[in-house]
């Protein structure tokens, strides 16, 4: 189940953030995350903590919410 949720935050993180227009390596420095860390979330290989959540909505301009990933 953890690992699925994961997945799926990644898929809605990389959709998102290609909307915006932004490429990993922005989100990466906007965000103060590496490079590769912003990779492995969104090919969902690790957990993020809220925290960062927070972090990456508000570089993305959109709700914590939205990064969520549906049941």
């Known amino acids: 189940m953890k690992k699925k949720i994961a ?3 990644g898929k ?3 959709e998102i953030r290609k909307d915006k227009g932004l490429l990993q390596k922005d989100l ?12 492995i ?5 690790k957990s993020i903590t809220l925290e960062k959540v927070y972090v990456i909505a508000s570089v993305l301009e ?9 049941e």
Not at 41 to 45: H, I, K, S, T, V
Not at 62 to 70: A, E, Q, R, T
């Open 7 to 9: 997945i799926e935050f």
């Open 12 to 14: 809605k993180l990389a």
């Open 28 to 39: 990466s420095q906007q965000c103060g995350f590496s490079l590769n860390y912003i990779g």
């Open 41 to 45: 979330l969104e090919r969902g290989e």
């Open 62 to 70: 959109c709700s914590v919410y939205d990064l969520i990933p549906d």
